[in-house]
């Protein structure tokens, strides 16, 4: 149960899924199929999605790289929330929009896992949200020429760890793409 009163909604987030940030995306294809049935499966019940936008150098306000990936369907009716910072809590109005909206439970997807993605779902849990990661829909590039586990790694690492996340009077977790229901 979500700490946050009177929030009994769900609302799914699809993080900076933008041209370029999943261009060289670990299964990238199926990653976005997969958000597409979250987000269709969302529409169907009712249920807000909330896109989310890095800003950046690389990921300029209008320019290509930073434009939702053409295989997703934002709506004009949706909220959109720009960012700036890895959590799309900080310095941003997604608290407000969530707020706004009943919302105290998100089911999340996106780019980059080991980013953007695993930043917002600690900063959900920490606000008071539960959280579910939906396993096979987030993704990232492989970064380990610079270190980092390759993305097949990374994903599952994640995955893994999310899976037994906890704290106090919230839920988290993961689930599957085909595991998603909004009943």
């Given at each position: 149960?979500?700490?946050?009163?009177?929030?009994?909604?769900?609302?799914?987030?699809?993080?900076?899924?933008?041209?370029?940030?999943?261009?060289?995306?670990?299964?990238?294809?199926?990653?976005?199929?997969?958000?597409?049935?979250?987000?269709?499966?969302?529409?169907?019940a009712?249920?807000?999605?909330?896109?989310?936008?890095?800003?950046?150098?690389?990921?300029?306000?209008?320019?290509?790289?930073?434009?939702?990936?053409?295989?997703?369907?934002?709506?004009?009716?949706?909220?959109?929330?720009?960012?700036?910072?890895?959590?799309?809590?900080?310095?941003?109005?997604?608290?407000?929009?969530?707020?706004?909206?009943?919302?105290?439970?998100?089911?999340?997807?996106?780019?980059?896992?080991?980013?953007?993605?695993?930043?917002?779902?600690?900063?959900?849990?920490?606000?008071?949200?539960?959280?579910?990661?939906?396993?096979?829909?987030?993704?990232?590039?492989?970064?380990?020429?610079?270190?980092?586990?390759?993305?097949?790694?990374?994903?599952?690492?994640?995955?893994?760890?999310?899976?037994?996340q906890?704290?106090p009077?919230?839920?988290?977790?993961?689930?599957?793409?085909?595991?998603?229901?909004?009943?």
């Amino acid at each position: 149960m979500t700490t946050l009163e009177n929030r009994t909604r769900t609302a799914v987030l699809v993080i900076d899924v933008q041209k370029g940030v999943v261009a060289d995306g670990y299964k990238r294809d199926e990653v976005l199929a997969n958000i597409n049935t979250v987000v269709a499966r969302a529409r169907e019940a009712e249920v807000p999605v909330v896109w989310i936008q890095h800003n950046s150098d690389e990921l300029v306000s209008g320019e290509e790289a930073w434009k939702i990936a053409p295989e997703l369907d934002p709506r004009e009716d949706e909220p959109n929330v720009q960012k700036a910072y890895g959590d799309s809590f900080e310095d941003t109005k997604l608290e407000s929009v969530l707020a706004g909206l009943g919302v105290g439970s998100l089911v999340v997807t996106g780019a980059q896992t080991d980013a953007c993605v695993r930043s917002t779902l600690h900063g959900a849990l920490t606000r008071g949200y539960d959280t579910v990661l939906v396993s096979d829909a987030h993704t990232t590039e492989d970064l380990s020429a610079y270190g980092a586990p390759t993305p097949d790694l990374v994903v599952a690492h994640t995955n893994l760890y999310w899976k037994y996340q906890s704290a106090p009077g919230r839920t988290a977790g993961t689930v599957e793409t085909k595991e998603v229901s909004f009943d």
